[in-house]
């Protein structure tokens, strides 16, 4: 639990929830809470104490009515948000680490997976998204919004290590950036589905129906990576942006600007 969230009050730690359920639960919710309070006075009978207690319940009651459809009302004014940045994003790079979780939420959401959000500095294992697909199978996701840093093993086992805690079916690791290749060689064989920034963006292009599904290549199967012949580390398919050479791909060092080796991508 997030620091901030440990000075939440009972009500608002009850109510939060519903933020992440579809809006018919929190109506249907606070409806039935507010009818529970009315009724509570009716079961004091003759005893004046029990009245006393009856009455605050009822007010109590009806105050986490009024917290739950608010929270209700917070989630359809964040998910109306998630669909538009989803809308308006094409290369997720861009964005906040913040909206990259939501913005991978609502791509879940539009496979027709139900998701709640676990995200922030401080979420529980790594676990920034528990989801169930349209298989009915639960993952947990991790969101990694790194620009231009390779993802590796270590945070791999820890998201896998937590999968039997969480109850789950599988896990899901997506990064903006993209992955090592002995982070690669760890996944193959398990429940760990590996999404990279290449991936993730044609992913994202297919489930908005653009052209932009076709035109973006997928990543080269990890036997195909190459190893640097100057420091032995895995190689990173990049593009040259200047130069006589602009627009050409190449193989550059992962550890670059530790190490810059290259090779051609043509070789």
């Known amino acids: 639990m997030s620091p901030s969230g440990s000075r939440k009050s009972l009500l608002e730690q009850y ?8 809006p018919l639960a929190g109506i249907l919710a606070a409806i039935l809470l507010v009818v529970i309070g009315w009724a509570a006075p009716l079961f004091a009978g003759a005893s004046v104490i029990a009245g006393i207690w009856l009455q605050f319940g009822r007010w109590l009651v009806w105050f986490l009515a009024v917290f739950v459809l ?28 913040s909206q990259f979780e ?9 496979k027709g997976a139900t998701v709640t959000p676990r995200g922030g500095p401080t979420s529980d294992g790594g676990v920034d998204l528990n989801l169930t697909d349209a298989t009915g199978d639960r993952l947990i996701v991790q969101c990694k919004h790194w620009k231009s840093r390779h993802v590796g093993v270590k945070p791999l086992r820890e998201l896998w290590g937590v999968l ?10 997506i990064t903006s950036g993209s992955f090592t290749n002995d982070a690669i060689a760890f996944a193959r064989g398990k429940r760990l589905e590996l999404i990279d920034g290449a991936r993730l963006r044609s992913m994202i292009a297919a489930v908005k129906g653009t052209r932009e599904a076709a035109s973006v290549a997928e990543p080269p199967p990890a036997a195909s990576v190459p190893r640097c ?39």
């Open 15 to 22: 109510a939060e929830p519903f933020a992440d359920l579809p």
């Open 70 to 97: 608010a929270y209700t009302m917070v989630g359809v004014w964040r998910r109306d948000i998630d669909r538009r940045t989803f809308d308006a994003t094409d290369d997720p790079a861009g964005l906040t680490w």
């Open 102 to 110: 939501r913005l991978i939420a609502e791509f879940y959401r539009r």
């Open 164 to 173: 039997s805690d969480e109850k789950a079916d599988g896990a899901v690791f």
């Open 229 to 267: 012949p100057r420091c032995g580390s895995s190689m990173v398919l990049r593009t040259a942006k200047r130069g006589n050479h602009s627009g050409e791909q190449f193989w550059g060092c992962s550890t670059y600007p530790a190490c810059g080796a290259t090779l051609s991508a043509s070789a």
